[in-house]
């Protein structure tokens, strides 16, 4: 079964934070194709520790014994711009009832846990990297021959020839640390870029969430609330009553290479521009001269993968 290590920002549970990052982990964790081996926290939606715990307590309500390693706290070389406030309120009454599973928890900083888990795994792994890629960068820095024992990276993040979510130009992942994403971009290593470009064709909105309204398991009240949190908050501050579920396309990716089509690009981080610092600049064309470095996702089958996510939301 093929292995698979996440890194992630998960924001389950915080007020005004992104919740995608927990229905990625959710498919991951749910599916029988793969074996998600570890889990790694990064500093991106809200703070890292707060990141961690929340995936010690959704381990704790799936029952799952999964190694879960805390990473980077901040950036690799220069802080966000200005002042990036992270949140770290819990949305209220929603943990009173949920432990977390302190158990899985390992005391190594979450880039040498990656280093340590590839080289000791006898089969190629795969990382899936749906925050900012500090720590995936901090891995490939540390240990360059864990390359060895990665078959591929697949990131959410950056946008193909779509505008950005955070700049006009950059989107959220890349742009909290665009010098990480140049290190794993230009690591030599296969590379699957699922972009805002097709993770912002399939919108969700309440109704999507409302099959899980009545339920009583803890579980299925933590994704209903926070998915209705983070809905409301959109709705306050961009007038829209839909959201995205970027990082569960990743994995959605993984387990169903059909749900989108890629295309060969050469893709750089745009590092220093003063407008355009984060932006994924994607070359299909060869102009660079460069010879392609990831797959581009560029067309999604939008069907597929909503059922993919509603069918896994009633099966919690
Ligand atoms: C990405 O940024 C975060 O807010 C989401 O969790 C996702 O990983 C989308 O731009
Ligand atoms: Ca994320």
Known sequence: MQKVIIDTDPGLGIREADFDDGVALLLALKSPQIDVIGITTVHGNVPVSYGTRNVLRLLHLMQRNVKVAQGAHRPIILDYPG?????????????????????????????????????KSEDKIIIVGIGPLT?????????????????????????????????????????????????????GLPIVMVGLNVTQKVGFTKKDFSLLKNKIDPLSKLFYLSAVTWLDYLKKMQNTRECYIHDALAVGYLLDEKLISTRQAYVSIETKGALTRGQTVIDTQGISGKRPNAQVCMEIDKKRFREMVIDCLEKL
């Open 83 to 119: 002042k990036v406030k992270r949140p770290d309120r819990e949305i209220e009454g929603i943990f009173q009832f949920i432990p977390s599973m302190e158990d899985n928890l390992i005391s190594t900083f979450a880039p040498q846990f990656i280093v340590d888990t590839a080289n």
């Open 135 to 187: 720590n995936i960068a901090l891995s490939l820095i540390i240990n360059p021959g864990i390359k060895e024992k990665i078959e591929k990276i697949i990131i959410m993040g950056g946008a193909a020839f779509y505008p950005g979510n955070v700049t006009p130009v950059a989107e959220f992942n890349i742009w909290m640390d665009p010098e990480a994403a140049e290190v794993v971009f230009s690591s």
